[in-house]
């Protein structure tokens, strides 16, 4: 800064004739410095909105896929010859029938709609229609006939799943060159694919499953759904809530409110402060040496989970707790004192219901924060379990083992099929969903009921 | 559930002890409310409080007493000869663990009844193939001292539940007794309530406390024993990652130095995309923009820190990984063999923490005193010259505070390298090619089926203790960097 208006003694600086009019060389420079600064800052930001943008992008458009599945609608007729050998209608013996047993009906009749259609293909056998439906299809059938035996004998609509292969070849996912290797299926059915689409046979639906449905082994993608790893965060999420709320709470009124500045509060503040700063796997680590190899509680339940979850959200909470006790004036303190309550009564009645929404506040956005950590998750064995059995109360759900929304994302993430990734995106949509509703959630609050003094 | 319906008799117990308090307060003054020291809800609240607190605690305590003993007392039965070669101790107790369950389950389905299953004996049943029937899982045939272990076991805990009921019941109505006895009309109700009720509230802050101590236990605790299997020395000085699955001990090479280098690299890449856009970002927001601009640029720049990181582990996989493939992969440059490398998992780790750059120097620079900026303006300065050479020196140790808690961000990061990193780990200056980290290690060491007490799982907790002792130092310093800054112009 200074070199600019120091002259060495024995030179004689050169006359400048500035103008206030033209503009010199050098305040052109400077100038030209100061847009050129200010663009790297509009760059900075375009860059970080473009990230943000790019990111939005490729989580919808690759993920809304998922939110649509392909069914075939077929008219199956439930042969009493294959499915009730006695005649007699006796449940136990249908039940008998495993789901090999109805494979052939629904192949025959996917096969017929092709012959009554008159659409020509190579495929000449009705077995050869294996490869359109899901391996799912013929239990599903198999339900609906233990369900009702009289159908047995009728020829009965169903809407079945089709293959994720199929399905994937409709979505774009899966082409005629990306078949040629594949064993599964061959370009001949996809050319079907195409004839029976036409013909309504094949058709794209919204698919409420993969919202409320249960995760499904690695061959079934087209029947894996995020249903009870919801169930499982929304267990989790339960725990956390009724643990962090009141502890965290607590924790805040004691510090803002009675602690004398001592050696024990000191320790109690740098820990919460190196807490809310501690890398989240070390909560698992946490984890999975106390609550499961010494406290042996059940592992991969969502109990633990929530308990994890708790101490990682607690110094979130206690930090916007704190925050909200302290913007409360301290004239509504001096006030309540006044007229002859206690410490206790004054923080009781007066300063924890006007700090309420605050902490209401900073306890959905902590649950949020809660409610998308992973890494922990992976630790107690949420992840690696083939989430497929919805909980059977209440005590089962906080104790069988469980996926969570982002663990069972990670799960289908790592899976080889392709048609998973499209699973795994979707799921982020509806993770972000919620998480989005638990944010405005807490915007909507603040906005409503924040008092400023 | 007998403990679920332990804490509701417990708490039935305090919903009378609070109306007994209460009125036997009411009463001793002759229902004259102004006698009375406390308000008289106050009374109540301590009889409830008395009843509560000691037979709570109680339960907890025992519930965490009362395994260990039993384990010590059983464990002793167990015969040296029993303990195969290459087994534990703690492994035959785990079985008898199972058999116990087993014979519940056994009693529990009717297969026999419960004193039959006292008196079972290894060479009269086949016990193993019963225990098989009723659901239990066990891992070898059962002999009998193994038998008679687990039937020990059984009866101590069924005792010892019986005990723990009455226990805690008895605690409670002493508690009752105690509290209604109390109340009296001069006694002062509230400043005890208030006493016990400050006494809680240090104990929910204690909890803070309480967790960083679980957290280095466990973490020391379990390193302990995995120097105890492997030599430290070769831990920190080998430059080869290697676990092996099959043999135990020796045969795997487990040097820490891979991954950090891993970490480190990925960190710095990470740092590399994340500082200059943060930092160029918070600048331009907090000294150019105008209110609407700034009001719409921050959030959405802070909903990048909303997105969860297993969103930013399948973008990486998915979406960055494939996208620097076309560039840099075998179509291209020829320098990328696979989607997963130090690049995919940096570059999208930098985008996730740009908006913890940006808010954290924000804050910093918004908080560099105005007449600074003013004196500078004063002396003909542009206003890129008074951020270079005025606003930026002033703010500089807030902002290398914020540079270094995101570094401590970026090595604690799992999801994105755990997807976007690849499992290889390798000692390589090439940013393109796969690398792992520390804390992928840990998630890869600690899920599957290996159990706890070999080396290979062990070294997770080693890991995890390098992990947190690096995290915390760099926030230690930051956090003191912060705060020494902040003194300086409050």
């Known amino acids: 800064m200074t070199d600019a208006s120091f002259t060495p003694p024995g030179r004689v600086p050169p006359p400048r004739h500035g103008s206030l009019i033209t503009l010199d060389a050098r305040t052109k420079k400077r100038n030209a410095a100061e847009k050129r600064f200010r663009m790297y800052g509009i760059a900075a930001i375009a860059t970080g909105l473009i990230f943000l943008m790019v990111l939005l992008t490729a989580i919808i458009s690759n993920g809304k896929g998922a939110f649509q599945q392909t069914f075939i609608t077929t008219q199956v007729f439930l042969d009493p010859a294959k499915l009730d050998k006695n005649g007699n209608r006796d449940i136990d013996d249908i039940k008998k029938v495993s789901t090999f047993g109805y494979t052939p009906l629904l192949q025959n009749a996917i096969f017929a709609e092709v012959t009554d259609r008159g659409i020509e293909t190579p495929l000449s056998k009705a077995s050869e229609m294996k490869a359109l439906t899901s391996a799912s299809a013929a239990a599903q059938v198999r339900d609906v006939v233990i369900e009702n035996p009289d159908m047995i004998g009728d020829t009965v609509e169903f809407r079945i799943l089709a293959s994720s292969r199929v399905d994937g070849y409709l979505k774009g996912r899966v082409s005629r060159e990306s078949v040629i290797r594949d064993k599964s299926i061959d370009a001949e059915h996809l050319d079907l694919t195409d004839a029976l689409v036409d013909a309504g046979v094949i058709e794209k639906r919204f698919n409420l499953s993969f919202i409320t449905g249960a995760d499904a082994s690695e061959s079934r993608a087209e029947q894996a759904g995020m249903g009870v790893s919801i169930l499982g965060s929304l267990f989790m999420m339960m725990v956390v809530l009724v643990l962090s709320l009141p502890i965290g709470v607590a924790a805040s009124i004691y510090l803002e409110e009675f602690a004398k500045q001592n050696r024990w509060t000191d320790l109690i503040e740098v820990n919460i402060s190196n807490l809310a700063a501690v890398p989240s796997i070390v909560f698992g680590i946490l984890g999975l040496a106390v609550f499961i190899q010494f406290a042996h509680l059940p592992q991969s339940a969502p109990l633990v989970g929530g308990l994890v979850l708790t101490l990682m959200t607690l110094p979130t909470i206690i930090i916007s707790t704190r925050a909200s006790l302290k913007a409360v004036p301290p004239s509504i303190r001096d006030a309540a004192l006044g007229i002859g309550a206690s410490k206790m009564q004054s923080v009781v009645h007066h300063v924890l219901p006007l700090a309420a929404p605050g902490i209401l506040t900073g306890t959905i956005i902590g649950l949020a924060q809660a409610l998308g950590e992973t890494a922990p998750l992976l630790l107690i064995g949420m992840v690696g379990y083939i989430a497929s059995n919805y909980p059977d109360g209440i005590a089962s759900g906080f104790l069988d083992p469980n996926s969570a929304m982002p663990a069972q994302i990670y799960e289908w993430a790592k899976r080889a099929d392709p048609a998973y990734y499209e699973r795994a995106w979707g799921g982020i949509i509806i993770l972000l969903v919620v998480l989005l509703s638990m944010n405005l959630i807490a915007i909507i609050l603040r906005r409503r009921f924040e008092r400023r003094w | 559930m007998p403990v679920f319906w332990l804490v509701i008799v417990v708490l039935a117990l305090a ?252 960190s710095l890449v990470a740092l590399i995309v994340a500082v ?118 002033a703010a500089l140790p807030g902002i290398i505070g914020a540079v270094l808690l995101a570094a401590s961000r970026a090595i604690g990061e799992t999801m994105i390298v755990v997807l976007g990193a690849g499992a290889a780990a390798r000692l390589s200056l090439n940013p393109f090619e796969a690398m792992t980290t520390v804390t992928a290690k840990i998630v890869s060491q600690l899920t599957g089926d290996s159990d706890f007490a070999s080396p290979e799982a062990l070294v997770a907790f080693a890991l995890g203790m390098n992990l947190f002792i690096l995290t915390l130092a760099l926030n230690v310093l930051a956090l003191y960097i912060v705060r020494k800054y902040r003194e300086q112009y409050e």
Do not use: C
Request: charged letters at 15%; proline letters at 4%; glycine letters at 10%.
């Open chain 2, 15 to 266: 919903a009378v002890g609070y109306i007994l308090g209460r009125s036997r307060a009411l009463n001793s003054a002759g229902g004259d409310i102004r006698r009375l020291h406390s308000l008289p809800s106050y009374y109540g609240w301590n009889a409830a409080l008395k009843v509560i607190i000691p037979a709570l605690l109680l339960l907890v305590v025992w519930l965490l007493a009362q395994p260990f003993y039993v384990n010590s007392v059983v464990s002793k039965m167990i015969p040296q000869a029993e303990i195969s070669e290459g087994s534990s101790r703690g492994l035959v107790m785990a079985e008898v663990r199972r058999t116990a369950n087993g014979l519940d389950s056994i009693a529990a389905a009717g297969l026999i009844d419960d004193d039959a299953t006292r008196n079972l004996r290894v060479d009269t049943t086949d016990v193993t193939k019963l225990l098989k029937d009723a659901g239990q899982v066990v891992t070898s045939g059962i002999t009998q001292p193994v038998l008679a272990a687990a039937q020990h076991y059984r009866i101590m805990k069924a005792s010892g539940d019986l005990i723990m009921s009455i226990a805690v019941v008895a605690f409670a109505l002493a508690g009752l007794l105690w509290g209604v006895r109390e109340s009296h009309f001069d006694f002062r109700a509230r400043n005890v309530v208030e006493q016990v009720v400050k006494a809680l509230l240090i104990a929910a802050a204690s909890i803070a406390v309480l967790t960083t101590v679980g957290i280095v236990f466990s973490l020391i605790f379990n390193t302990w024993e995995f120097f105890r299997l492997y030599p430290a020395a070769d831990f920190y000085t080998l430059f080869e990652w290697a676990p092996s699955f099959s043999g135990r001990g020796g045969a795997s090479s487990l040097g820490i130095l891979p991954l950090l280098w891993g970490t480190f690299y990925i």
């Open chain 2, 276 to 393: 200059p856009v943060g930092l160029f970002a918070a600048i331009y927001l907090s000294e150019y923009a105008s209110p609407t601009v700034r009001g719409f640029a921050k959030p959405m720049l802070e909903l990048l820190a909303g997105i969860p990181t297993i969103v930013y582990g399948l973008f990486a996989l998915l979406t960055v990984g494939p996208m620097l493939l076309t560039v840099f992969g075998d179509d291209g440059l020829g320098w990328m063999q696979g989607g997963r490398a130090v690049m995919t998992a940096g570059i999208t780790m930098g985008i996730m923490l740009i908006p913890f750059v940006s808010s954290l120097s924000d804050d910093i620079i918004n908080s560099v005193p105005q007449s600074m900026r003013d004196g500078s303006y004063g002396l003909g300065a542009t206003k890129s010259e008074t951020i270079k050479q005025v606003v930026l020196p």
